[in-house]
């Protein structure tokens, strides 16, 4: 269960190798002793990284072989990870983000962006809602992204997708309310994770650690949605207004 | 038997979950408890424990069963449905010179709830808890069999039953011995107190010389104030007493008034408002006043006047933090004042008081000690605060009330706790399948 201020005793992290997904749960082991998780991610050094840097906090961490791509397979996958206990909180974390001058051009490379990050994202959150409802209380938490707020010139394959699952999560929350359930939509600028190792920082760029922190509380607190940093919620409603011939000359 | 879904919080109003509502006459409870599913079911009385024992997420909750009150008025022992609140034994029994043997801070709990978390009051340290003063109890288990429990009658159930939050059984019906009163007035000792040590003395004098005893503390003062408080220490009055005071004696406590809206918004308990709230609630007190005369409400329920007061916490809530800590090490209590002084988590009327020797239920929260309730506005930085309580609080050997808590971890309650694996083992015999359940009980892995 959940308790009063929001701490869970059962994790599940979907994409369980994520920068993000490891900061959120690296910070609610720090408060919950004990804290079970659950890391959904295909097996492997990263998957073994994430077990261990968890288990050294004092968390009991399991793990389950998770394809974002294989759809079939996730209302099983969902079905195990609650087998022994209640999911408390299920982060939706998994995603792609390539080249993006490739991925509009070339076939395979959008296809991909938009088979995990968008398909694989509702493939999961069916399941989960059915898990959370059945429960009677239970948070999913979806990491979506500003890039999905306005599609820009620079990365809008990627920010489609994102606008795909961001609006399927805030409509999943919609109709969850009255379940006991609750979805909470974390919309963070540029983050420094291995995702976007390379690249160089946005304005507002930010850490995992900033985002995990924005998450532990915005469960505490039960927020629809959040903003990470609380800026971008006004950077990009600017953005999202902008006139589409000033929007179209700026390099975004 | 009907039904509905409904999304259920304690009084604290944190941490909702959503369990379809049962409702059920005496003679189908044990239908309601063979029928319910997977995710088990749980009997929940007025809602006025402050976490998530009364909630079961995704299962069953029982409502209170109808009142009903069979009182022998030369014997004053009386026969109860487990749905009778306090406030209706009160009434029907005052006028006919039986009081409450044990009255919470509320009235409007049910019997079954006094029982199940075998609620304290201001005379724990004289006459023990409120499962001390049940002859019987009548109790639906999961087989779905209804069966008599006392400590004579399978007392180990009995004893589990008193404090084991309900996951023994539905309390249908309870014997209690209520306690012979003359009049419906309390004569009142009031005193404001400067500092924590001469509070301590005053209060451990009052264990031999008092029925009642409580004192609120103004958690916020600080330095040479730490523990600026307001000590009431009361008797019941005499029928001479109330005679002479002009007052014939045989009130009954009032309903509450209904001011507060149904919606408010968040940020009204705030540090300003509690501070100022606490230096009223101080200096309106009298330095030294002896021999008041009050009635049962102004006395024991001073909160029941206010309808719905927890809602002035907004949609946030609160968390109510009650602690004991045993007299061996009544030198954490200062610690625990000073922590929560220092990092300014404001709360407002908390209360310390004296409690007797623990007793024989496996889960009562009672030690010879101190016990400290905080009501605390749930706030971003509270929770790693209360850890650093909790590992206090346990190392010095005392424990956390479970009619209050709403957050905890399993650890800290095995900790503090050690007769919880003999309740498991009572519930492996009377509910193997954990029939009964409930959202504490899962966030405690009870």
Not at chain 1, 93 to 113: K, M, P, R, T
Request: charged content about 25%; aromatic content about 6%.
């Amino acid at each position: 269960m959940i308790n009063a201020l929001g701490r869970p005793q059962h994790v599940l992290l979907l994409g369980g190798t994520s920068d993000i997904a490891r900061a959120a749960a690296r910070a609610w082991a720090r408060e919950s002793e004990g804290l079970r998780v659950t890391l959904a991610a295909r097996p492997g050094g990263g998957r073994d990284a994430a077990v261990a840097e968890l288990e050294a906090l004092g968390a009991r961490v399991a793990v389950l072989d998770f394809d974002a791509e294989d759809t079939a397979g996730h209302p099983e996958l969902v079905r195990r990870a609650a087998a022994e206990r209640d999911v408390d909180v299920a982060v939706v974390a998994f995603g792609v983000l390539g080249d993006e001058e490739q991925a509009w051009q070339d076939h395979d490379s959008a296809v991909e962006h938009a088979r995990v990050n968008y398909v694989g994202a509702v493939s999961v959150g069916v399941p989960l809602a059915e898990l959370v409802r059945r429960q009677g209380h239970g948070v999913i938490v979806a990491l979506s992204s500003v890039a999905g707020e306005r599609a820009r010139r620079s990365n809008f394959v990627y920010g489609s997708t994102k606008a795909g699952m961001d609006a399927f999560y805030v409509g999943l929350g919609l109709a969850l309310r009255g379940t006991g359930a609750h979805v909470v939509v974390v919309r963070p600028g540029h983050v420094r994770t291995k995702m976007t190792a390379g690249r160089a920082d946005a304005p507002l760029a930010t850490d995992p650690e900033v985002v995990a922190a924005a998450i532990v509380d915005g469960v505490a607190r039960r927020r629809d949605i959040v903003w990470v940093p609380g800026a971008m919620r006004g950077v990009m409603s600017a953005i999202r207004h902008l006139p589409r011939p000033v929007f179209r000359r700026l390099p975004l | 038997m009907s039904d509905d879904d409904r999304l259920l919080t304690g009084w604290g109003g944190t941490a909702p979950s959503r369990a379809r509502a049962v409702t059920a006459c005496v003679h189908d409870v044990a239908d309601a408890v063979t029928a319910a599913g997977p995710r088990g079911i749980i009997a929940r009385g007025l809602g006025r424990s402050y976490g998530d024992p009364a909630q079961n997420a995704g299962g069953d909750v029982l409502a209170p069963l109808p009142s009903r009150i069979d009182l022998d008025e030369g014997t004053g022992i009386v026969r109860a449905s487990a749905g009778t609140s306090l406030h209706e034994l009160i009434r029907a029994a005052l006028p006919r010179g039986w009081f409450v043997p044990v009255t919470p801070g509320t009235r409007y709990v049910t019997l079954g709830g006094a029982i199940a978390a075998d609620v304290h009051g201001k005379n724990h340290h004289r006459d023990g808890g409120f499962g001390a003063h049940v002859r019987e109890l009548r109790l639906v288990t999961a087989d779905g069999s209804e069966r008599t429990v006392s400590p004579e009658q399978d007392a180990e159930l009995f004893w589990a039953t008193v404090g084991g939050m309900g996951l023994t059984g539905v309390i249908t019906e309870a014997t209690v011995a209520m306690m012979p009163v003359e009049s419906s007035l309390v004569r009142v000792h009031t005193r404001r107190i400067d500092d924590l040590a001469t509070l301590m003395t005053a209060m451990r004098e009052a264990d031999r010389a008092a029925t009642y005893s409580v004192a609120w503390i103004d958690t916020l003062a600080r330095g040479r104030h730490l523990g600026r408080s307001v000590l009431t220490t009361g008797e019941h009055a005499t029928a001479t007493e109330a005679r002479a005071a002009g007052r014939s004696g045989a009130g009954v406590p009032r309903e509450p008034l209904r001011v507060v809206p149904p919606r408010v918004p968040g940020g009204l308990v705030n540090r300003a408002s509690i501070r100022a709230f606490n230096e009223l609630w101080f200096r309106r007190a009298p330095r030294d006043r002896r021999g008041e005369l009050q009635g049962i409400g102004q006395f024991f329920h001073p909160l029941d006047g206010i309808a719905d007061w927890n809602r002035l916490y907004g949609s946030a809530g609160f968390v109510q933090y009650q602690l004991v800590l045993p007299d061996r090490s009544e030198d954490v209590l200062p610690v625990v004042l000073e922590r929560v002084a220092e990092r300014g988590h404001p709360s407002f009327l908390s209360v310390l008081k004296r409690l007797g020797d623990e007793g024989p239920g496996l889960l009562s929260f009672p030690l010879r000690g101190w016990t400290l309730a905080m009501d605390l506005p749930a706030g971003r930085d509270l929770e790693p605060l209360l850890r650093e309580l909790d590992e206090l609080v346990l190392s010095a050997g005392g424990r956390h009330y479970l009619a209050k808590d709403a957050r905890m971890s399993a650890h800290t309650f095995d900790a503090g706790y050690p007769r919880a694996a003999a309740f498991r083992r009572v519930r492996d015999r009377v509910d193997p399948d954990r029939v009964f359940c409930s959202d504490l009980a899962r966030r405690l892995e009870l």
